[in-house]
């Protein structure tokens, strides 16, 4: 058993603060950056300097709007309406897994029509160090305090001071699921493959993990599922259909 007694603030002065939440999400974009520096030195993408910043831009213009509107439009839209000054208030999370995906290739898609880029090249690349990121993202919803999973009396429950009862620590399972999907994402990426493939692979690994581990999030159920479940359901079916429509030779030479 833990006792959560984390203050989630590395820093305070007056009505500003700095909480672990914002660096983490802040140390996804940035592993993002040199990720794709490094590809783009291989001559694995093409682009300059200046446009791996400017797509930078546009994934953390994308991921932050989408993961915000979703998260206060389809999570909690009674609470952000009736507390309307939280809605920009992103330093105390509330940043939704599936609208930041959305926003994602959104963004990934208007750059790479700017630029005539093929789109799923380009989500090949990025892929891989979001899943690093959306790791790195559950270790600071567990830093703040949030997230957590349902009761339960196993050893490594935790007592966080919001909730009552012991309770699975989600945030670190998820952690996990992500982190397993980085290693098989990094495992198939080692052998060249058809444009599409990492990207699409990711999103059926991305939708299997959170179907799965959702079962121990503490969140309201409709005949036995959350929310997150359900949206969860078409990414593992389109992604599949996609993988077995279009990819199926890729799987015997992954």
């Known amino acids: 058993m833990f006792n959560f007694n984390i203050n989630p603030e590395i820093l305070s002065i007056g009505p500003v603060s700095i909480r672990y939440y914002g660096i983490i999400y802040a ?4 592993i993002t950056l040199f990720y794709l520096n490094y590809l783009r030195k291989k001559n694995r993408l093409e682009l300059s300097k200046d446009d791996v910043y400017d797509l930078i831009l546009y994934l953390v ?4 709007l989408g993961a915000r509107i979703f998260e206060v439009m389809v999570w909690s839209p009674g609470y952000y309406f009736s507390n309307p000054g939280q809605i920009i208030a992103i330093w105390n999370g509330g940043l ?3 609208g930041g995906l959305i926003g994602a290739a959104l963004a990934c898609y208007l750059f790479s029509k700017k630029h005539k880029l093929s ?5 090949d690349a990025i892929i891989v160090p979001g899943t690093l990121a959306l790791a790195l993202g559950r270790i600071g919803n567990f830093l703040n305090g949030e997230l957590y999973g349902t009761v339960t009396n196993l050893s490594w429950c935790v007592n966080f001071p919001d909730a009552l009862g012991c309770r699975h620590p989600y945030q670190i399972y998820a952690s996990l699921g992500h982190f397993a999907s980085l290693f098989i994402l990094l495992m198939v990426n080692k052998k060249e493959h058809k444009q599409g493939f990492i990207f699409w692979m990711g999103i059926l690994l991305f939708g299997m993990f959170r179907l799965i581990l959702d079962f121990w999030r503490e969140d309201a159920r409709w005949l036995g599922l959350s929310l997150g ?4 359901i078409p990414l593992i079916l389109i992604a599949g259909y ?8 890729q799987f015997y030479s992954s």
């Open 119 to 123: 789109f799923l090249k380009l989500a």
């Open 61 to 64: 213009i994308g991921v932050v």
């Open 27 to 30: 140390l996804g974009f940035i």
């Open 96 to 98: 939704s897994f599936h």
């Open 242 to 249: 996609v993988l077995l429509r279009h990819y199926k030779s």
């Open 229 to 232: 479940q359900y949206l969860s």
